[in-house]
């Protein structure tokens, strides 16, 4: 069983990835989620460097990171896709999807076996019209995309979403990629084995979509995991076993399907707030890591 971890609330406290990579493995992770910005909703600045400056960045975060005996496992891309205005369109510009590419072909360079890109989030579960459509557009925008993911052997993975509600304050809404059936459905529906599931257990909790069901649904499809805790409420990425989600079921319900990817995690909501450091982010992370190791194994 391996482990791993998103990185991007790591960076706020450093630039240093050798002081990084050598924490985490410190902390007990075998793998990397390898976040392609340092912050949400932000490119990273490297991207506006040339070809030549981001491909040697990204390789040389991947020595690092297997000289401290550890790998990327699983990428994640900026997002929204209209990252630019975010969430107001149903399409990219000509930017984003440039941009997109080279994401791609990072990712591929890191060794990351898959890259999670969000979905555009038009469209509401129980309207069929508003899904469908949502369908189209996504597939329009996951097909221009498709190619490159193809030519540097790394899949996408398509992760479950929820919106913020335009109706209740401080609710929440399922996506049309929501439930298992959501995504057996879009996955499906694009027709091509690039195209695998990742599992956001936060987000199935605070929507209420059973996680066991989600998973026995989509089945050998799941290859990426966001794993995270919260109260059914909100999304807040909180470590295992600070909020709701059972566990034992969750983990269950993965051997049921013979998941032997790794068991990754999106820990954001482990330190908020004055006074953090690397070093306490690192320990907070560490510890979150031995209690789902106490629990599982």
């Known amino acids: 069983m391996k482990f791993g971890i998103t990185t991007h609330y790591f960076k706020p406290y450093t630039k240093d990835m050798v002081e990084l990579y050598e924490g985490l493995k410190k902390a007990g992770y075998d793998c990397i989620d390898y976040s392609m910005y340092d912050k949400m909703f932000v490119p990273h600045p490297i991207f506006s460097e040339s070809r030549e400056k981001w491909v040697e960045y990204h390789k040389n975060a991947r020595k690092i ?42 990712a591929s360079l890191t060794g990351a076996k898959y890259l999670v890109v969000h979905h555009h989030k038009d469209g509401i579960l129980h309207n069929d019209g508003l899904r469908a459509r949502a369908f189209e557009k996504n597939l329009e925008f996951y097909n221009k ?13 398509i992760e479950n979403l929820f919106y913020v509600s335009t109706v209740k304050e401080d ?19 694009i027709g091509d084995d690039y195209v695998v599931s990742c599992l956001d257990s936060g987000h199935a909790n605070m929507l209420g979509v059973d996680i066991e069901e989600f998973i026995t649904t ?46 990754s995690m999106e820990l954001d909501g482990i330190a908020r707030g004055c006074n953090v450091t690397l070093e306490i982010m690192l320990e907070l992370a560490g510890q979150a890591l031995k209690t789902i190791k106490l629990l599982w194994e």
């Not at 496992?73 to 399409?91: K, L």
């Not at 490159?148 to 993975?157: H, P």
Request: aromatic share 14%; hydrophobic share 35%; proline share 4%.
């Open 65 to 106: 990171i297997e000289d401290n005996g550890m790998s990327v496992s699983q990428a994640h891309a900026i997002f929204p896709p209209d990252f630019t205005e975010g969430h107001v369109r149903d399409y990219c510009n000509d930017y984003e999807y440039d941009h997109y590419k080279k994401e791609i072909e990072a």
């Open 145 to 157: 995309l498709l190619p490159t993911f193809k030519d540097c052997g790394i899949k996408l993975a």
């Open 171 to 189: 609710t929440y809404e399922r996506s049309y990629i929501a439930t298992g059936r959501d995504v057996v459905d879009f996955i499906n529906y």
């Open 218 to 263: 989509v089945g050998d499809k799941l290859k990426v995991l966001h794993l995270h805790d919260n109260y059914g409420k909100a999304d807040l990425h909180l470590p295992p076993l600070y909020g709701n989600i059972d566990w034992m079921k969750l983990k269950s319900a993965l051997d049921k399907v013979g998941y032997d990817g790794v068991y």
